[in-house]
């Protein structure tokens, strides 16, 4: 029961990093993403002036300026900035939500067979509800503020962070285990100095797609309903079929996505300091 | 033997573990012994017959499936707080830095974060690894791993001590002077030890007893008492003609064990 509730959503720690170039390829590297990008903004230019309906597709220069006039006039529900401020609160309450409660719980059924073999049936079946259909109950339930969008950014974390932590919470080395117990750990101490480290990278695996789909919550819950918000502005752009305004929309989130990977990265580099690289 | 309740005593302790097959494989049967308290036991025996086993039933890590393991008079059915165990495999945790690793056992126990760290640098220094304080275990040779594990260890101050070959990875002369160390620090602290080891020099010129045992399942074969006077220099006792003998004694009971234990493992594939 224990060994397939583990094989359910775990991420791969090793399948996480796309290298950087590095070395004597470095500038050729780049000088070929930056064509490639070129290549595809001009084509979609191109594409969207002569030969498709920009009303349906738009294109870069019309995505540009509808992203200069967000940035300098504000859109019709206000500043940029607050829209991008709500939805990352959202985002970010609903991460530190699922990652803390996913770890903690992850570990402890972990580390107890009982626990994990009465509850397994459980969260499997909690698992597999599709959970995007969960934000309109929230919305029901917490109503069209921010607890809702938390929510569902919430259930979209736990379930990535809480496989991945069980997982590693089961794979301390058996003999390392059995050298803490010689030298006299305590359940709890063995929990923070063993289990916790031991599994980091399992854990971190899961966090750095987890942050992704807390961004994903939090604006699936404002399409769902909201007054202010990414999500919201996207919902209102399909509204008045402003193709340029979901597009801009995503750019904003993409660029919001990377931060926190490059935020997340550096996190990671400090707790994993004593691994060989 | 002294009249006062042995440190260790097993009394026809037995296990008997699942196999691959979905049978049972039995590493121990009925071993018997007794170890007094600050005696030095080394143990040798073939390999896979059951030594690391043995250890692992001591400290409570596995319980026996037949007979009576006892510390100090009680039956062992969880760790004893008194128990110093040094593992065969490498079991220094990876994300602790080298003084934080030898610190651990005082912190576990309670000890300030200040002191444990004082006595922990001490550790180090004994140990000759002054300088790798900050070191995390993966920039360390396996050797100097070792060495992180055996002041781990002893800096408990256990009075029961399991060594399962400690000094196997290490060179030489290192190897002596960790002898020496361990026989100067043991001297001083009446702990009983029980030392596996495959070097029939060192279990000699460590021991007060060598136990030798069989070709799995592991049973004790035959004991032989080593009353060379102490305190010994390692370097030196190897020449003694006292020791020699002792060296041919243990070495044809245990030769037989080997033959046994390769022809087994062969006719297993
Ligand atoms: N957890 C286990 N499950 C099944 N079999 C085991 C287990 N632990 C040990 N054994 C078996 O018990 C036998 C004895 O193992 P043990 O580790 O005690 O040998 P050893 O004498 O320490 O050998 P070595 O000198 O190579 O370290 C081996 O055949 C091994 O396969
Ligand atoms: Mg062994």
Not at chain 1, 219 to 232: F, H, S
Request: charge should be positive.
């Amino acid at each position: 029961m224990a060994e397939t509730m583990a094989a359910e959503g775990t991420v791969r720690p090793t399948a996480l990093a796309v290298a950087a170039p590095t070395g004597r390829r470095r500038w050729p590297v780049y000088a070929g993403r930056a064509a490639l990008v070129a290549l595809w903004l001009g084509s979609w230019e191109l594409a969207g002036t002569y030969w498709i309906d920009p009303f349906f597709y738009s294109k870069p220069s019309q995505i540009a300026v509808k992203l200069a006039d967000w940035f300098t006039e504000g859109t019709s529900y206000g500043s940029i900035w607050l829209q991008i401020s709500y939805t990352l609160q959202e985002a970010v309450y609903g991460f530190a939500l699922g990652a803390v409660v996913g770890v903690l719980l992850g570990v402890l059924l972990g580390r107890s067979r009982f626990l994990s073999e009465v509850l397994a049936p459980f969260i499997k079946a909690a698992n597999a509800i599709p959970r995007i259909v969960l934000a309109s109950l929230f919305v029901i339930w917490f109503g069209f503020g921010m607890s809702s969008k938390v929510a569902t950014a919430f259930v979209l974390v736990f379930f990535g962070v809480f496989f991945n932590a069980f997982q590693g919470a089961r794979e301390v080395p058996k003999v390392i285990d059995a050298n803490a117990r010689i030298l006299g750990a305590s359940r709890l101490q063995m929990m923070l100095t063993v289990v916790l480290p031991s599994a980091t990278s399992w854990i971190l695996a899961s966090l750095h797609t987890a942050f992704g789909f807390a961004l994903i919550g939090a604006i699936v819950g404002e399409y769902t309903g909201a007054d202010k918000g990414l999500g919201m502005l996207i919902a209102h752009s399909q509204g008045t079929f402003d193709s340029a305004g979901i597009y801009a929309a995503m750019i904003i989130m993409t660029v919001l996505a990377l931060l926190a990977e490059a935020v997340l990265t550096v996190v990671e580099r400090r707790l994993t300091r004593w691994q060989p690289r | 033997m002294t009249q006062s309740t042995p440190a260790i005593r097993l009394d026809r302790a037995t296990k008997v573990f699942p196999s691959a097959d979905g049978g049972s494989f039995t590493a121990m049967r009925e071993v018997t012994l007794d170890v007094a308290p600050g005696e030095f036991v080394t143990v040798v025996g073939p390999t896979g017959c059951g030594k690391s086993t043995t250890l692992s039933l001591i400290s409570g890590l596995e319980p026996a499936s037949g007979g009576h393991v006892s510390v100090a008079g009680t039956p062992v059915t969880s760790i004893p707080a008194t128990v110093g165990y040094m593992f065969q495999q490498d079991a220094t945790l990876p994300w602790r830095t080298v003084v934080d690793n030898v610190a651990l056992g005082l912190r576990f126990r309670g000890v300030g974060k200040a002191e444990a760290r004082s006595r922990a640098n001490d550790w180090v220094q004994r140990v000759g690894l002054g300088g790798f304080e900050k070191y995390y275990p993966h920039q360390l040779s396996g050797g100097m791993r070792k060495r992180v594990a055996m002041a781990q260890t002893l800096i408990t101050e256990p009075d029961i001590l399991l060594m399962d070959e400690p000094f196997g990875a290490l060179d030489v002369q290192t190897r002596e002077l960790m002898q020496g160390e361990l026989l100067r620090l043991w001297a001083g602290s009446r702990a009983a030890v029980v030392f596996v080891t495959h070097d029939l020099t060192e279990a000699i010129a460590l021991a007060d007893r060598v136990v030798v045992m069989t070709a799995a399942p592991a049973t004790v074969k035959t004991i032989v008492p080593v009353t060379l006077p102490r305190p010994r220099d390692v370097d030196e006792i190897r020449l003694d003609p006292a020791f020699l003998a002792l060296y041919r004694q243990v070495w044809d009971s245990l030769r037989e064990e080997v033959e046994i234990a390769r022809t087994k493992g062969a006719s297993r594939g």
